[in-house]
């Protein structure tokens, strides 16, 4: 089929990642994908050499829109000009119509998971539009996850790929990796992680200025510096592709909105999220909701500590508490939910599904 995706750019790497992922994974199943988006900028390091089946094309205002194709996914409630979606109505057959929703853990997801929402007026009326919500539970959408991803990791070298990127793991070193938004928290995680030999490799953006400001130190991309006990490994812009290995290849990751969310969980290692915030506070029942279905089975000894980590890292406590979670049961527990979540069917799959059920 050919598909067309629409995504504006609020954060270079949530929402362009997400739709660039689902493209390139429905291009490698044989679909032929148009991704339209008004900032296409981040795909000259997240996507360098583009992807089987994916046609990447600017969004404007000034944009003349071509016939669309057999499925419309309007990313994240971004809007379809008036153009495509008259053009929609035209075309016979319709072509299906997703609005991709964001990630959630909430129970609302699944009550909504699929819905329709008939088109009565404007330029669409007559045309159907679904909601398509990912989830953690086999009653919704599902996760992205390309094919034979999961086969990779095995054989995946960690403290090889990291010594190639140029920052090998020294004796007795354990290795974190940074990426988060502005978060007062950041000096007192510094100081934590501190308390025993680390190499902290830390991304471009946010997370790089910041611990830049905390320890004074300039900034070299592609090179480390000292501070104590912490080796601090000032990263290159990675592909996706890269930034997988990276989570894969990290005793500890610290990642933030939804694409690295997910791919931290694929990575099985302890990871510790930093949702996006909202104003009145609604990240905190989501963070809490994914919270609830993550340490479902938890000991109380893992579930405590973790919680207030993530609490005191999202801004939900005073400070980030003094004693962290055991690893070894903390690893144990996101391996047993990875697990239940490979037992599931990916996004893509169960998208494919949908359309051909529903056009």
Not at 23 to 51: C, F
Not at 80 to 104: D, F, H, K, T
């Amino acid at each position: 089929m050919r598909w067309d995706i629409f995504c504006r750019v609020i954060d270079n790497y949530g929402d362009i990642g997400v739709c660039w992922r689902l493209a390139a994974d429905l291009g490698a199943r044989g679909e032929q994908v148009r991704l339209w988006a008004d900032d296409l900028s981040a795909l000259d390091w997240m996507a360098p050499h583009g992807a089987p089946g994916v046609e990447v094309q600017a969004w404007t205002t000034a944009t003349r829109f071509p016939p669309p194709g057999d499925v419309v996914i309007e990313a994240f409630g971004c809007e379809l000009p008036a153009e495509v979606v008259a053009g929609m109505a035209a075309r016979q057959p319709q072509p299906a119509w997703i609005n991709l929703e964001y990630l959630s853990a909430e129970d609302y997801v699944e009550r909504c998971h699929g819905l329709l929402s008939p088109q009565f007026s404007g330029p669409g009326a007559g045309l159907r539009k679904h909601f398509f919500y990912p989830g953690f539970t086999p009653r919704t959408g599902g996760l992205l996850r390309e094919p034979g991803l999961m086969a990779e990791r095995p054989a995946f070298d960690g403290d090889a790929w990291l010594a190639q990127l140029g920052f090998a793991r020294q004796p007795g070193e354990r290795v974190a990796s940074l990426f988060c938004y502005r978060n007062p928290a950041l000096p007192t995680l510094l100081a934590q992680l501190a308390q025993a030999p680390t190499l902290l490799l830390v991304t471009p953006g946010l997370a790089v200025q910041q611990v830049a400001e905390a320890l004074g130190l300039p900034v070299q991309p592609g090179r480390t510096a000292v501070a104590g006990n912490l080796r601090l490994g000032w990263l290159p812009p990675l592909p996706q592709t890269g930034f997988d290995r990276l989570l894969w290849a990290c005793d500890l990751n610290f990642v933030r909105g939804e694409d690295s969310f997910v791919r931290a969980q694929w990575a099985g290692q302890p990871f510790v999220w930093h949702i996006y915030p909202q104003g009145d506070a609604a990240h905190e029942v989501k963070l809490d909701a994914f919270l609830d279905r993550f340490l479902a089975d938890a000991a109380p000894a893992l579930a405590a500590p973790l919680r207030a980590l993530w609490h005191g890292w999202n801004g939900m406590a005073p400070a980030l508490p003094a004693t962290w979670p055991p690893a070894d049961a903390w690893a144990a527990q996101v391996r047993r939910w990875r697990d239940g979540l490979l037992a599931q069917p990916d996004l893509a799959t169960q998208l494919l599904r949908f359309v051909r059920q529903t056009r």
